[in-house]
């Protein structure tokens, strides 16, 4: 299959989830970036940190288009972004500048295990006590650091796991994503400039790449991405919420089995 077929398929798929979840794509992206850039040869340790950088760079676009999206549909809580952001660019800058550190093979370990666990919280519906809320500002600043540090270093846009964190302080599941689409490009945007930094001058890097971001995908997959983010927004909103956990459950499942493979 041509190389840009395959990213017009991923920018698809990255906005319909992205509309629909929350997420960045990053999910979908990264596994498809990975067999891409195998079936171009690159040497597997640039191309894993390749994937990652280059998924972040996407998620930036796709995150706007869907926060957009929801914001429309007043499913997009700003107070809690306001809350949220600080922390979650603190955690991506500084896991895009550690990326370089971890081998490729931790990263992918790393990456396939952290979908299994949400999958699993989100499937079995592990319900929060009805009086748990926000943690106070230290608290929330933490856990959104180590949001932002995590979806770096795996390079996703933090949604598959903001959403589940505001579901179990008992936000509402359509607000969870609306606003975890929100928080998505300020991580992304942060993630992408540690990659840049990491990756700057690298050897064995292929032509037209700046850092560990590789341009010719991100076209391809962002202009795709940004079509297709609406649609999976009003899915989203059409959908009851007890079937987008399942979704959004089943959704993380496959993706973590098959990083993991």
Do not use: E
Request: glycine share 14%; hydrophobic share 55%; proline share 5%.
């Amino acid at each position: 299959m041509d190389v840009w077929t395959l990213y017009v398929l991923l920018g698809i798929g990255a906005g319909l989830l992205s509309g629909m979840l929350g997420v960045g794509g990053g999910q979908v992206v990264v596994p498809g970036l990975l067999y891409i850039f195998h079936h171009k040869g690159l040497a597997p340790a640039v191309a894993v940190h390749m994937a990652l950088g280059t998924s972040l760079a996407t998620i930036v676009i796709t995150s706007i288009s869907s926060a957009i999206s929801h914001h429309r549909r007043g499913s997009v809580s700003w107070d809690l972004v306001r809350r949220l952001a600080p922390g979650i660019v603190i955690g991506a800058v500084i896991g895009g500048l550690m990326s370089g550190l971890f081998p490729a093979r931790v990263l992918r370990i790393s990456f396939g295990v952290f979908l299994l666990i949400l999958a699993v919280q989100m499937a079995f519906s592990l319900r929060p006590s009805p009086q748990r809320v926000l943690p106070g500002v230290l608290g929330t600043t933490t856990t959104a650091s180590l949001i932002g540090w995590t979806s770096a270093i795996v390079g996703v846009g933090g949604g598959s796991m903001v959403v589940p964190f505001l579901a179990w302080c008992n936000v509402n599941m359509k607000s969870a994503v609306g606003t975890a689409s929100a928080c998505g490009a300020p991580l992304a945007l942060a993630g992408m400039i540690g990659f840049v930094v990491a990756g700057w001058g690298q050897a064995d890097l292929p032509a037209h790449s700046v850092g560990y971001i590789y341009w010719p995908a991100w076209l391809g997959i962002s202009i795709c991405s940004l079509a297709f983010t609406p649609l999976g927004a009003l899915i989203s909103h059409r959908l009851p919420v007890d079937t987008l956990k399942r979704v959004f459950s089943v959704f993380l499942a496959i993706a973590g089995i098959r990083i993991l493979l």
